[in-house]
């Protein structure tokens, strides 16, 4: 299992989502997991980032993606707006029934200091759960150090390549040397 998690150092506002914000994590896991069966967006908000990855980086439509929010008006908002031939589904935690994903893209959701460290870590930890053995966590701007919690065992630490940082939005403050986590 492989985990893709925080990038130190990068920051976007919790609430603001845009399409395509962040390609050269989505070309990074691209270039690794080319053919996934199963892809979700954890804290999907309003669905642009799943059409962002099923229009420039995985437009096979056999490929199951999958995005879950708790705000249910951003769930009819992305199942309103979204083109059917995209295939993708959408969840709210009531309807959300977990399975196993080639790859989980939690980017920018976990960022809420209001979460508390317990129930970060049991969130996170049940992510992690729902990664395939050789699959990828994409984990972006949050609020704990991962490597400062007891999940620490579950991961390794790769760094992208600098042939990436062509992608970096110059929007946001992002560091040349990204981290990436890799799950046991």
Sequence with gaps: MILVPEISGVGQKPNYTE????????????????????ILSFGCSIGEECRAIREIYYPDTKINIHGLDVRESNIEYAKKNTNKNLNIQFYNYKTFIPIEYD???????????????????????????????????????????????KLKDRIDIVTIPESYNYLIDLKCTYKKTDVLRKVK
């Design 103 to 149: 790859i989980i893209f939690a980017m920018n959701c976990l960022c809420h200091y209001k979460l508390g460290i317990d129930r970060w870590i049991k969130t996170v930890d049940n992510i992690l759960d729902m990664v395939k053995k050789d699959g990828i966590f994409v984990f972006h701007n949050t609020t704990y150090d991962i490597t400062k919690t």
């Design 19 to 38: 399409y395509n914000r962040h390609p050269y994590l989505f070309k990074f896991v691209s270039d690794i997991i080319k053919s996934p069966d199963n």
